[in-house]
């Protein structure tokens, strides 16, 4: 949007005189973030009522994404940049006194989200703004974000993540128009004359309280809103707390259980009460989203008789599968509808992502559990099953081991997936391979019955923050190459193809990544006092600490090349450092000690004379959007090392790739679709394929780790040396975990790892090839832009048109 910077000015100024009370010379560099952050807001809320109007005046469908998880780091930068003001408020700042990157750095990352499940949600916003679909995102507003990482001794410890103090400026509260939310309680049942009467009694009230955040998309001509639910008590029980100390404790308790279900995000599950916690967060998002749906709805069309027509709602993994039977109660007690023509509204509007590929990870909830917290959506659930089962007994001729299969009941607990999958017109897997597993493995009796439902949407990233926002030196040259018409259409990134044999060009992208090296060096001696060599090789692996993940293989890789530089000191070495990020579930206790032993490992190599200018290991400490976008534009090569067939898609992989990194990695998730798209020459496969790691996995027995700790020695060196440990720690558990169980196969895959290894070193030698290689990944990337993958969704599953 044009302005000057006069204008600008006078709204800043405004802001701080009229919010503040403060003049421009008083204001600190918090006031001017918090001003500036206003005067954006205020700009959103205007455009995206203009854009809403557009789509209500022509009857345009909304999406409604519905996610636990939405990782949106900080929203200054990206929305400036969308607005097209960064040049004017930069301009600006120097009359204060500060500068715009002194003002971003004010802004707290709202870490609603763990990984690249919430990074994806976050990405579709800008997406659906920019390619002029009508998006709301509906989430929770946690207190305390993703845990704040705190190494101590090289354990992981969590500490609260403060967000909301200089977050909640990006908030609009909207208190009109807060919803109940009902837990517990009762239902009793009966008939008046022919009408089948429910009624939830005795049940405990949590009120939901949303706040809304705006995401402007590319030219602002689009804006997202993300819709973030805080949980609140109903009300407050003065008579108890007048009455004696024991009420008065009673009345306070109350209060702050209702609060505890948007305290934290992901609470610990591995007691009951973590359990019942969890459930709670799923239904307390699910209700107060689809009563708001159906709010708008009506507010809008006055009736519901075209609500499939101009609304679709999109479960984001199984966390929001509870929407199913919450739309499905609310049509039928509260609007007073049959049950065939309730269901046939929820599977023409509902559509399920899957996002994992284990069948370990699928989310399931015990009927005992279930049905004491939400016995109203309990019966519902029975009675999908029931219809549902008596249809697949029908298409199947009865064939018993597939019902058994399928049904959304077994053994006592109930199935997240198969409900969604169920009771959704589409299910989409979320890279070309993980599309592929689901409709032959993981879920292939539900593809045989009925195949129509399946799809794939491979994953995309916002190409403008991983680009333009978070690398401009990139992003300018790409820009003097090719014209900026790649920012609001990244398949023109392919036109950089040309310069692939540019001398020059190549020269240029070199210099930058030596550029962005540098930054990021300083960064890691301001932030973990260690001094790395900016000509060194940048490997980084960032990413949720998980054993399929595999950072452990990584790990064993580095201890191999330390023990082997100790004893060949003069020995040739291309110098490499090795960066990890990485958080842990807090209960996951086998992920906390590979983070342990990366750490001490990395202590005793970085404080080794006989390899300093050769090996170096980092390990950054609360890892988090904001660090990566510096770590990205440096990074050169981008490890995507999870066991074949256990991956989904990756999302940090299209950054690297965007970035100019190659990927090391095995054909898992988007690797495969990286591969194809790069060719051979331009990226590093190594390990078992799918197909060997399902042979090996469908033969009890075959698969056995201390084969290859037996016959090689280099492998056999590294876990002996586990055992023994750094600075008094021994990793034996780790090492006997590896040598009995390996679940993912580190050691079957550690050899072939190693040659990829020597293999990227190799190929960093030849600087003209490895420049070239970097510029073919960037100018490839654009298929993995979100607006791709928003498209997808809106032409395949959605059914929705731009609407500008």
Same mark, same amino acid.
């Given at each position: ?26 204001? @600190? ?82 870490? +609603? ?39 101590? &001794? ?24 807060? +919803? ?56 407050? @029980? ?38 019942? +916690? ?84 699928? &989310? ?182 998980? &054993? ?54 990395? @202590? ?94 469908? %033969? ?10 037996? +016959? ?10 586990? %055992? ?26 550690? &050899? ?34 979100? @607006? ?17």
């Amino acid at each position: 949007m044009a302005m000057t910077q006069k204008q600008f000015k006078e709204l800043l100024d405004s802001k701080l005189s009229h919010t503040f009370g403060l003049s421009p010379e008083d204001a @600190d560099v918090e006031h001017i973030y918090k001003a500036l952050a206003l005067v954006v807001r205020d700009m959103l809320q205007q455009h995206r009522i203009d854009f809403t109007k557009g789509v209500d005046a022509k009857n345009g469908k909304r999406i409604y994404y519905l996610s636990m998880e939405y990782l949106m780091g900080r929203s200054l930068r990206n929305n400036l940049f969308n607005l097209g003001l960064e040049k004017v408020v930069s301009a600006v700042l120097p009359k204060y006194n500060t500068t715009l990157e002194s003002v971003y750095n004010q802004e707290p990352d709202a870490g +609603l989200g763990n990984g690249g499940l919430g990074r994806l949600a976050a990405c579709f916003l800008d997406g659906m703004a920019s390619q002029g679909y009508c998006g709301f995102g509906y989430s929770l507003r946690y207190e305390f974000g993703i845990f704040s990482q705190k190494m101590v &001794e090289g354990w992981q410890t969590e500490l609260p993540d403060f967000w909301l103090p200089g977050g909640s400026v990006w908030l609009v509260p909207h208190r009109e128009d807060a +919803l109940d939310i009902h837990f517990g309680g009762r239902i009793e049942e009966r008939f008046d004359g022919d009408f089948h009467r429910v009624e939830h009694t005795d049940y405990t009230t949590v009120r939901a309280v949303p706040y809304d955040m705006m995401c402007a998309g590319v030219d602002g001509k689009g804006v997202s809103t993300l819709r973030l639910w805080a949980a609140e008590a109903a009300g407050f @029980d003065i008579d108890s707390f007048n009455r004696n100390a024991a009420g008065m404790a009673a009345a306070v308790e109350q209060n702050a259980m209702a609060e505890m279900l948007t305290k934290v995000l992901y609470p610990n599950d591995n007691h009951p009460e973590g359990k019942s +916690l969890r459930l709670s967060q799923q239904y307390f998002l699910v209700s107060s989203s689809i009563q708001d749906i159906i709010k708008r709805h009506l507010r809008h069309y006055r009736t519901m008789d075209n609500f499939t027509e101009v609304v679709a709602i999109h479960i984001n993994d199984t966390h929001p599968a509870l929407a199913i039977p919450e739309l499905m109660r609310v049509l039928i007690d509260e609007c007073g509808w049959g049950w065939d023509e309730a269901w046939d509204t929820v599977t023409k509007v509902m559509a399920y992502t899957n996002h994992t590929v284990m069948p370990e990870a699928l &989310e399931c909830w015990s009927e005992e559990l279930f049905k004491g917290r939400l016995p109203r959506i309990y019966q519902i659930v029975c009675e999908i099953n029931r219809r549902f089962c008596e249809q697949i007994n029908q298409l199947t001729g009865y064939n018993q081991r597939m019902v058994d299969s399928m049904s959304i009941f077994r053994d006592g607990y109930i199935k997240m997936a198969n409900l969604c999958i169920a009771a959704c017109h589409s299910v989409n897997g979320v890279s070309e391979l993980h599309s592929d597993i689901i409709k032959d493995s993981l879920f292939s009796d539900f593809y045989a019955v009925m195949p129509h439902k399946f799809k794939n949407v491979t994953n995309g990233i916002a190409h403008r923050r991983w680009l333009n926002q978070s690398n401009p030196r990139l992003a300018a040259l790409i820009t003097d190459l090719i014209g900026n018409g790649y920012i609001k259409d990244a398949s023109k990134l392919s036109d950089l193809l040309k310069y692939q044999d540019d001398k020059s060009v190549l020269e240029q992208l070199a210099a930058i990544k030596r550029a962005n090296k540098e930054e990021f060096a300083a960064y890691i001696k301001r932030a973990n006092g260690i001094v790395v060599n900016p000509d060194s090789i940048f490997d980084v692996q960032v990413k949720r600490l998980h &054993e399929y993940k595999r950072q452990h293989l990584n790990a064993m890789h580095i201890l191999s090349q330390y023990l082997w530089l100790r004893e060949n000191p003069n020995a040739p070495f291309t110098p490499k450092t090795y960066i990890f990020g990485a958080k842990a579930a807090s209960g996951y206790f086998l992920a906390k000690r590979i983070i342990q032993f990366i750490s001490y490992m990395a @202590d005793v190599i970085n404080n080794d004379p006989l390899v300093a200018d050769k090996l170096k290991v980092v390990f950054l400490e609360n890892y988090r959007v904001t660090v990566a976008e510096m770590l990205m534009p440096a990074s050169e090569i981008s490890e995507q090392i999870s066991l074949a067939s256990t991956e989904a898609s990756g999302t940090g992989n299209m950054k690297f790739m965007l970035n100019g990194a190659l990927t090391l990695g095995t054909e898992d998730g988007a690797n495969v679709e990286i591969h194809r798209a790069v060719g051979d020459e331009n990226i590093i496969i190594f390990g078992m394929s799918s197909d060997e790691v399902k042979w090996l996995r469908s %033969r009890a027995g075959e698969y056995n780790p201390r084969v290859f700790y037996d +016959l090689n020695p280099t492998l056999h060196r590294v876990i002996d040396t586990m %055992r023994t440990g750094f600075n008094g720690m021994s990793f034996g558990d780790i090492a006997d975990h590896l040598l009995t169980t390996d679940s993912y196969m580190a050691m079957g895959d550690f &050899e072939s790892y190693v040659r990829a290894q020597a293999a990227s070193s190799e190929r960093y030698a030849d600087t003209t090839g490895w420049n070239r290689s970097s510029l073919i990944n960037i100018a490839n990337a654009g298929i993995f832009a979100a @607006d791709r993958a928003v498209d997808d969704y809106a032409r395949d599953i959605w059914h929705a048109s731009k609407n500008f």
